[in-house]
């Protein structure tokens, strides 16, 4: 797959992650996502199980955004 497509993908994501924000907090508060293609395609309170639930469905890690969504109110600072 040509790269600078899978990084601009990736990039539409991280992006539409951030512009997601609050809907995120509403549908999975202190849960991390992972997110391809602009939509959320696993969640789960332990990262682990997310990685496990994409790694059952064959996903490809590389291709998927794997987030924590803190609930309303807090923020991360990176």
Same mark, same amino acid.
């Given at each position: 797959? *040509?790269? =600078?497509? =899978? =990084? ?10 951030? #512009?997601?924000?609050?809907e ?15 939509? $959320?395609?696993?969640?789960? !309170? ?5 990685? *496990?639930l994409l790694? !059952?469905?064959?996903?490809?890690? #590389?291709? $998927? =955004? ?5 609930e !309303? ?6």
């Amino acid at each position: 797959m *040509d790269e =600078l497509k =899978l =990084l601009n993908d990736f990039e539409k994501s991280g992006f539409w992650a951030g #512009t997601a924000q609050h809907e995120l907090q509403k549908q999975y508060p202190n849960e991390y996502v992972a997110i391809k293609d602009c939509h $959320v395609i696993a969640h789960d !309170k332990s990262s682990k199980n997310v990685i *496990d639930l994409l790694e !059952k469905r064959s996903e490809d890690l #590389t291709l $998927v =955004l794997i987030q924590f969504v803190p609930e !309303k109110g807090l923020q991360i600072l990176y």
